[in-house]
């Protein structure tokens, strides 16, 4: 039987996992693919720390490099994290003609165009599944499932540290920094939790799904994002009294756009947001750490992915998928057999989230006075924006209270608009809070 050699660069979360997983079904999976598979070099940071994996001694280093030019290694796994020493690693096996497979989807995001030039340079692969969705094997349906789809919406919950928050406040009413001291503790979020709770990681990952999905490049850093640092209790039980959850979502929608010589011509809508679901919606009851990504394609209509989106195990599953992929490429010298990434001949640009339309939930804290209603409404009128339902809990006279407005549909921009008006107004004491409605029609 072939032998196909892993240097694993990351020995923590998905490095261990992915050590775990193999001794579990490592002989499992040589009888499926005929490739024996043994982890012959791990590289770590720091030699001295504790860890729940017991690599042997001789296999491991804190020195990357022997592990990525080690002649006996066939396949790098980068499962570090980051974008600087990452890179270094990912260019360095490529330049090697080693295939890579990688976990990091900030290292994608960052560099991607560049590692898969790299890699169609020295004529080997770069394989990401671990990079969105955690154990999920959403990159395989995109880019080979569905190759038969023009994908015209995706709908997906791919943060795992914000689902796991939104859902234990929601259930518990638990506070946003208690619930993200336990996903770290967890392991699922980022070493920089920022990324996760301010909707950079979900950015990445829906960008990923984006660019496969329609062919050219979806970069973060023109995705609005909001992530779910603002989103308080308060909000999250007055959804649920309208029958709505909150749900931090990545929304890759097509938008038919040109006529004549323009038709034709890509346009998305792409965007991370909180969003109130409708519990009847599939998404709604999503909870924990799980991930869910609905994607609907011209041919086979609604499909949904479902399973758990962070964590040592779940990721250790997609980046054993990719070390299958890469194992069988070798053993078959078909080094391209697995599509890289975005065809990279598709134009294409981003519709403006000034002009994206939607209904909102808006939550104001007023002072109960007579005539304060009138003038918000008289606001929202004169910008044409109806007002769909309104909660104002019973309160004293001159007390300051909430007030929760649900609003037809309206564009980002116009909404921007009359609430920086409506915050104006002297009744109304603290800034306004603005969340999307998905209506999922
Ligand atoms: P982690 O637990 O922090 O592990 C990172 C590993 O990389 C550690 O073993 C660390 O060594 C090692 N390392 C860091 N710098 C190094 C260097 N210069 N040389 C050699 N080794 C170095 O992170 P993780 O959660 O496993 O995440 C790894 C990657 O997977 C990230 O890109 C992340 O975004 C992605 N990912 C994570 C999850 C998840 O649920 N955790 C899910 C999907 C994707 P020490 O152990 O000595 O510190
Ligand atoms: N921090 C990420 C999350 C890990 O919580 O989803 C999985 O990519």
Redesign the pocket.
């Known amino acids: 039987m072939q032998l196909v050699n892993l240097g694993l660069?990351?020995?923590?979360?998905?490095?261990?996992?992915v050590w775990t997983a193999l001794a579990r079904n490592g002989a499992l999976m040589a009888a499926r693919l005929g490739v024996d598979l043994q982890i012959v070099r791990v590289?770590?940071?720091?030699?001295k720390?504790p860890?729940s994996v017991a690599f042997p001694d001789k296999i491991v280093t804190?020195d990357?490099r022997s592990v990525v030019r080690d002649p006996s290694v066939h396949v790098v796994l980068e499962?570090?994290?980051?974008t600087t020493?990452?890179r270094e690693v990912v260019l360095e096996a490529l330049r090697l003609g080693k295939p890579v497979v990688?976990?990091?989807?900030?290292?994608l995001s960052r560099h991607g165009e560049e590692l898969f030039a790299a890699s169609a340079k020295h004529s080997t692969n770069l394989y990401y599944e671990?990079?969105v969705a955690?154990g999920i094997p959403i990159i395989k349906i995109l880019r080979e499932s569905l190759a038969g789809n023009r994908i015209t919406q995706i709908a997906g919950i791919v943060n795992?540290t914000c689902n796991y928050i939104l859902t234990r406040m929601k259930l518990e009413g638990a506070d946003l920094a208690t619930v993200l001291a336990d996903a770290q503790r967890l392991?699922?979020?980022?070493?920089e939790p920022s990324l996760d709770i301010d909707g950079h990681?979900a950015a990445q990952k829906t960008g990923i799904l984006a660019s496969l999905a329609h062919g050219f490049w979806v970069k973060p850093e023109f995705i609005p994002t909001e992530g779910i640092r603002n989103i308080s209790p308060l909000d999250i039980q007055f959804a649920q009294r309208l029958g709505y959850t909150i749900k931090l979502l990545g929304m890759v929608k097509e938008v038919v756009r040109g006529t004549g010589a323009k038709k034709g011509l890509r346009s998305i809508q792409v965007a991370v947001y909180p969003a109130l679901v409708p519990n009847g919606h599939v998404l709604a009851s999503v909870n924990h750490a799980y991930n869910a990504i609905a994607v609907r394609g011209d041919v086979v209509g609604e499909t949904l992915f479902y399973g758990r989106?962070?964590?040592?195990d779940?990721?250790a599953s997609?980046v054993l998928s990719d070390v299958a992929d890469a194992a069988l490429d070798l053993k078959h010298g078909s080094n391209r057999r697995v599509p890289p990434f975005v065809s990279h001949t598709v134009r294409g640009s981003i519709f403006p989230i000034s002009e994206v339309v939607s209904p909102y939930y808006i939550r104001l804290m007023v002072v109960d006075r007579p005539g304060v209603f009138a003038r918000i409404a008289t606001l929202l009128a004169r910008a044409k924006i109806g007002i769909s339902t309104i909660i104002q809990p019973e309160g004293h006279a001159g007390e300051v209270v909430p007030v929760i407005l649900m609003l037809h549909d309206a564009t980002h921009a116009a909404m921007q608009k009359v609430l920086g008006q409506i915050a104006k107004l002297p009744l109304v004491k603290a800034s306004p809070v603005l969340i999307r409605v998905e209506p999922f029609e």
């Open positions: 660069v990351g020995g923590g979360t998905v490095g261990g996992g590289a770590v940071r720091d030699l720390k860890r804190d990357w499962l570090m994290g980051g020493t990452a990688t976990a990091n989807k900030a290292l671990a990079s955690g795992g392991g699922y979020a980022e070493a990681d989106g962070a964590g040592s779940a990721t997609s």
